[in-house]
């Protein structure tokens, strides 16, 4: 399953398929990026970052890729599993600054 | 061995009254966050200490005042509640800028 265009709100995906969550970042100047995984009455977790310097950087069963060029950030999950149904969001962020900046998020919902 | 952790987790309260948030965080971070996730789940960053200076300050209303006896602690104090400050407040902490930002289970308000 592939949320297109700018943001989709939700991704219902097969288990055992692989998941695209998209997102547009905004400030051209953003050089940090981060995306974040949210359970149901949990805060926010780290799942994998990467710096401007990259395109496309690996985890466990994660990648993300950045394409500077459309500001363009997404994050691709491999064999979904029931406990990656969560809210998924994007954030970035400018050298020598401590604030991050949040996507809308995206409900990613993973279908039996 | 919790890493950012809140209190209290819910908190059900009047218009007008004054309430405060507590968080702690136990990883050695310098720096630490105040956000605000509303019904839709976008969040916004509010405050930043950095080793209890005060450095990030959004447009907030100045019934909010955030308080860092020291790095580990940064507590939110809300004078006169309005319906408006219903939300999910989460506490964060990183080592400094340009790092991930590590989440608490954040503290559910609601005002009656």
């Known amino acids: 399953g592939e949320s297109v265009g700018l943001h989709l709100p939700t991704l219902s995906v097969q288990e055992g398929d692989n998941s695209i969550i998209n997102c547009a970042y905004s400030?051209?100047?953003?050089?940090?990026f981060i995306w974040y995984k949210q359970e149901s009455g949990k805060g926010p977790q780290f799942i994998i970052d990467?710096?401007?310097?990259?395109d496309k950087r690996q985890g466990q069963r994660v990648t993300v890729l950045l394409n500077k060029t459309v500001k363009h950030l997404s994050l691709q999950i491999a064999a979904t599993q029931p406990g990656d149904s969560a809210v998924y969001f994007c954030?970035?962020?400018?050298?020598?600054?401590?604030?991050?900046?949040f996507g809308a998020g995206t409900t990613v919902t993973v279908r039996a | 061995d919790t890493a950012v952790s809140q209190t209290p987790k819910y908190l059900v309260t009047q218009m007008g009254n004054d309430k405060s948030i507590k968080c702690e965080q136990n990883?050695?971070?310098?720096?630490m966050y105040w956000y605000k996730q509303d019904s839709k789940k976008f969040l916004k960053i509010m405050f930043s200490?950095?080793?209890?200076?005060?450095?990030i300050n959004e447009t907030v209303p100045n019934r909010f005042s955030p308080k860092s006896p020291d790095k580990a602690h940064l507590n939110l104090h809300i004078n006169s509640l309005e319906l408006g400050d219903s939300a999910v407040y989460f506490c964060?902490?990183?080592?400094?800028?340009?790092?991930?930002?590590?989440f608490g289970d954040g503290t559910r308000l609601s005002i009656l």
């Open positions: 964060a902490s990183s080592p400094s800028e340009g790092q991930p930002q590590h």
């Open positions: 400030n051209s100047a953003s050089d940090y």
């Open positions: 990467i710096r401007s310097n990259m």
């Open positions: 954030a970035e962020n400018v050298s020598n600054d401590y604030k991050l900046s």
């Open positions: 990883l050695g971070h310098d720096t």
């Open positions: 200490y950095n080793n209890k200076e005060l450095i």
